[in-house]
Structures are given as C-alpha cells and as structure tokens.
C-alpha cells in the first residue's frame, strides 16, 4: 500500500507561517502530479496547490500570493510554505499522488490515487 505522510502542521496566529512537508514514495514521486488539499470541518475536500513533474505549479485563487509549493527530487519530499495565515485556512491538510505517466496535473480531488493521513492546521485570529 503507497504511503505518504504528512509533517509540519500546527496552531498559529492569524499572519503568521507554517511549512509542511510530504514524505513520497521514491518510485512515485518524479514522475507524478503532487499535489496538497484541505478540508475544514463541515466542508469539501479542496484542492489548495499541485505541482507537476516538470516543476509547474497550480494554485487555488484563495491561497495565491500566499502559499507556494515546491519538491526535493533528492529527498523525496513536498513542501507546502503557508504565509500570511488566515484563520479560514484552519483545515487538516493532506498531500496526494496521481497515478503518474502523464503530462497532466490538476487540482480537482479525482484525479489523484495516493493520499496522506492528513495534518491539522489551526490559524487563530
């Protein structure tokens, strides 16, 4: 079973910064789609940022200007850099895999086969 595993998450003031991170499978990770949801209490899954096997990168317009996602190819791990924290950013964060073999990243939840346990990020005001 492919495993990937979320780190970082946390509770923060409202403009502060957290990093999380995402340990993937080294046989899954270059040549996938990657990509970091949330979901708060009540609400959708949502897609937050992807960023595909040639290092472009998507982002939810909410999120745009304030997050940036990035990969180490060497450590095969994904980065999601949360600034300026808002408090309807509180949601448990996860981190997913395509199935990889194509040249398509997205950040609708169906596209993805691999999924994280999920971080809790918690942004007070």
């Known amino acids: 079973q492919v495993q990937l595993v979320e780190s970082g998450g946390g509770s923060v003031q409202a403009g502060g910064s957290l990093r999380l991170s995402c340990a993937v499978p080294?046989?899954?990770?270059?040549?996938?789609?990657l990509g970091w949801f949330r979901q708060a209490p009540g609400k959708e899954r949502e897609g937050v940022a992807a960023?595909?096997?040639?290092?472009?990168?998507l982002y939810a317009d909410s999120v745009k200007g304030r997050f940036t996602t990035s990969k180490d190819n060497a450590k095969n791990t994904l980065y999601l850099l949360m600034n300026d924290l808002k408090p309807e950013d509180t949601a448990m964060y996860y981190c997913?895999?395509?199935?990889?073999?194509?040249?398509?990243?997205?950040?609708?939840?169906?596209?993805?086969?691999?999924w994280g346990q999920g971080t809790q990020v918690t942004v007070s005001s």
């Open positions: 997913a895999a395509d199935r990889g073999g194509y040249n398509y990243c997205t950040l609708a939840e169906g596209w993805y086969m691999y």
């Open positions: 080294g046989y899954i990770f270059s040549g996938n789609c």
């Open positions: 960023i595909d096997r040639d290092g472009d990168r």
